[in-house]
């Protein structure tokens, strides 16, 4: 790859393994959808959610911080569904809990300003769409008392709200994940979807911040912002970038175009080198893992960069 031309990653799909049962093309399809709670605060709660999620077939689940996986309260509420917590997964932080992930949905009580809100039923349909053509999906649920902030809902490329009373929105978080892991549930089986190989040409939410953080050092650079408007501007590149999921050839472009606008700008540092790696995400709590080392599915290597080749499921 030359200097002046770099390139997005190929990403690595993050896919579950059972995507690798050609019988079980929807087990595949529901494996790439991962349900994430934001500092879930009760114990009862995560157990419960565990719980739903194996009523309809979901199997990933992932905590940024919150209560402990262990708790007895936690065991007791998941009933059945000791797998689905035996393989949960607990991040520092939401960044590092949706770094793989290339499709991000949000939940809220009510609609939002400039993000797209559906209800579940619109929803479930579009999530499994997505996961069939080998999209990894990360579903938000934020905390039992405040729910997902303005920021953590800007990541996502579209929000979902259920049509609730109007005098009493708020719905407890293991009711939310039922009510969404059942539409998606009822979307999966209705529309027949068989599942696809993960192509690996979609950035995922790591690399969709460094592309960002490009863009943006490239109007620094032009002087289009300064340093009161570096937030704004940062604001509309992410709203401009979550409108959909971004294929890397489209990405390649908007690369090009930042380094070389940096390069026009700074001719003296020029930005020629490649886009830098994404740090590895951390995991602080897996079935197996207990010492924060990085996640498998961290993004690749610069070396790795370029390629629209199908990726292999890890």
């Known amino acids: 790859m030359e200097p002046d031309d770099p390139r997005p990653p190929r990403p690595r799909s993050g896919a579950a393994p059972s995507e690798e049962r050609p019988d079980d093309p929807m087990k595949a399809v529901l494996g790439r959808i991962r349900i994430i709670l934001v500092e879930p605060q009760g114990p009862r709660n995560v157990g419960s959610t565990a719980r739903a999620m194996r009523n309809f077939g979901l199997s990933r689940l992932s905590l940024v911080k919150g209560t402990p996986l262990d708790h007895p309260e936690t065991r007791e509420m998941a009933s059945s569904a000791q797998d689905v917590l035996a393989a949960a997964q607990v991040f ?25 809100t559906l209800l579940p039923s619109e929803a479930g349909p579009r999530i499994i769409d ?31 709200s259920a049509a609730t009373a109007e005098d009493y929105s708020s719905l407890n978080l293991a009711q939310a994940v039922l009510l969404v892991a059942h539409d998606i549930f009822a979307a999966s089986g209705a529309r027949k979807i068989t599942a696809t190989r993960a192509r690996g040409r979609v950035l995922d939410a790591a690399w969709r911040g460094v592309l960002i953080d490009e863009l943006v050092l490239a109007l620094e650079k032009l002087r289009v912002v300064h340093d ?45 080198r490649p886009p830098r790696r994404p740090p590895p995400h951390k995991v602080l709590t897996t079935s197996s893992e207990t010492d924060g080392d990085a996640s498998p599915d961290a993004p690749p290597d610069p070396a790795e960069l370029g390629s629209d080749r199908p990726t292999e499921s890890p």
């Open 92 to 116: 520092p932080d939401l960044a590092a809990a949706t770094a793989t992930c290339q499709l991000l949905v949000g939940t809220t009580a009510r609609a939002r300003h400039r993000v797209e």
């Open 130 to 160: 997505a996961a069939a053509r080998g999209l990894e999906v990360g579903i938000l649920f934020g905390r039992e008392d405040s729910g997902l902030t303005a920021e953590e809902l800007r990541v996502c490329h579209f929000v979902i």
């Open 228 to 272: 009161r408007t570096v937030g704004p501007y940062r604001e509309s590149l992410a709203r401009v970038l979550t409108a959909g999921p971004i294929e890397t050839r489209d990405a390649r472009v908007l690369f090009a175009l930042a380094r070389h606008a940096q390069a026009v700008a700074d001719p003296a540092n020029p930005g020629s």
